[in-house]
């Protein structure tokens, strides 16, 4: 499974985005997707996740401003950014887990850059 993130890019504080995760196979069978981001010198932290039933979660700090959704006719996941603010800035990468008979089954992205300059 490979996923391809894009739509990164440098936006003022205040601006939106739209990051697009594309899917290398059908995402209706990933149990759970997810939008992590790392700052420099930070560790990797969860934004927002999506399930198969497409219940939601947040990180405190985006709620409100941040909306995740998917389409499966595109096998593609999005993540909608709305009133940046400078600490939004770094690497966004997506994120794919399967529940399976076997286990667990984890696929990334390689990660898009977004800086907000104040």
């Known amino acids: 499974v490979q996923l391809q993130a894009s739509g990164g890019g440098v936006v003022q504080a205040g601006g939106s985005l739209r990051l697009s995760c594309e899917v290398s196979?059908?995402?209706?069978?990933?149990?759970?997707m997810g939008w992590y981001r790392q700052a420099p010198g930070q560790q990797r932290e969860l934004v927002a996740r999506i399930s198969s039933s497409r219940t939601t979660n947040y990180a405190d700090s985006v709620k409100g401003r941040f909306t995740i959704s998917k389409d499966h006719t595109k096998n593609t996941m999005y993540l909608r950014m709305n009133l940046l603010k400078p600490e939004d800035t770094g690497v966004y990468y997506c994120n794919a887990y399967y529940v399976t008979a076997l286990g667990q089954k984890e696929f990334w992205g390689q990660g898009t850059l977004v800086t907000v300059s104040s």
């Open positions: 196979e059908s995402i209706a069978t990933i149990n759970v």
